[in-house]
């Protein structure tokens, strides 16, 4: 393992390498991937496609170059920036059912830490997940803050990275955190009601497309069909 830390870090600068393993924080503690792995990875089946596009296309030489670098960074893409925006949408989604249950707890009189633990404890989801690691990470030393700060850095939705900001500095000024989730929560609801909506907006365009490509043909062909038959007789 230590010789493809060493190979990876001589092709790598030091730069990419922690742009890499930050951007494979955010894909969520799932993830198959560590930094080294994700890169050895890439850079093998890189030289595969390389090598078969020359041996399988005529001339393949000419497009092998082109063709490597296209997948050297639609590599990058599919397995990283898509999962990752994908995954922020999913967690966006269930902050607002997570956020309103905390809230209630909060207001039943539970300091911020203990409420996260019951609202963790009690609501199954993805973000869930992420916060029950944070609480994890207390009962290793870390404070709250700390550990809420290190959760905002594994999650790049700026939704729930501005949320989980606002909890922190008001956690830490002493404010009240009840104003801040109530503010917060409005917000989410206000987002998932643009969301749906936009999503029913699309339904008219799906639906045209849908209806050229299928029930168009399909009428053309029971209109001209007599013809067609006529003619070909």
Do not use: W
């Amino acid at each position: 393992m230590q010789g493809k830390t060493k190979f990876i870090k001589r092709i790598y600068s030091a730069k990419e390498l922690n742009e890499i393993e930050t951007a494979l924080k955010c894909l969520g503690s799932d993830t198959k991937y560590d930094v080294t792995t994700f890169c050895l990875y890439r850079l093998i089946t890189t030289i595969l496609v390389f090598a078969l596009t020359i041996l399988l296309i005529d001339s393949g030489y000419i497009y092998a170059p082109f063709i490597a670098i296209g997948y050297y960074y639609l590599f990058y893409y599919v397995n990283i920036t898509k999962k990752i925006s994908q995954r922020n949408q999913r967690l966006e989604h269930q902050a607002l059912y997570f956020f309103e249950i905390l809230t209630l707890t909060l207001e039943s009189g539970r300091n911020l830490e203990n409420a996260l633990i019951v609202t963790c404890n009690n609501v199954d989801s993805e973000i869930s997940n992420e916060f029950k690691s944070a609480l994890d990470e207390m009962k290793f030393g870390k404070s709250l803050i700390e550990a809420l700060g290190d959760l905002k850095n594994r999650i790049s939705s700026d939704i729930i990275g501005n949320i989980i900001l606002n909890i922190i500095q008001t956690n830490r000024f002493g404010n009240s955190i009840l104003d801040t989730l109530y503010n917060e929560v409005d917000f989410l609801r206000q987002k998932e009601l643009l969301t749906t909506k936009e999503r029913i907006n699309k339904i008219p365009n799906k639906v045209s497309i849908i209806s050229v490509l299928f029930i168009v043909p399909l009428i053309l062909v029971l209109i001209l069909g007599p013809y067609l038959i006529e003619f070909i007789s």
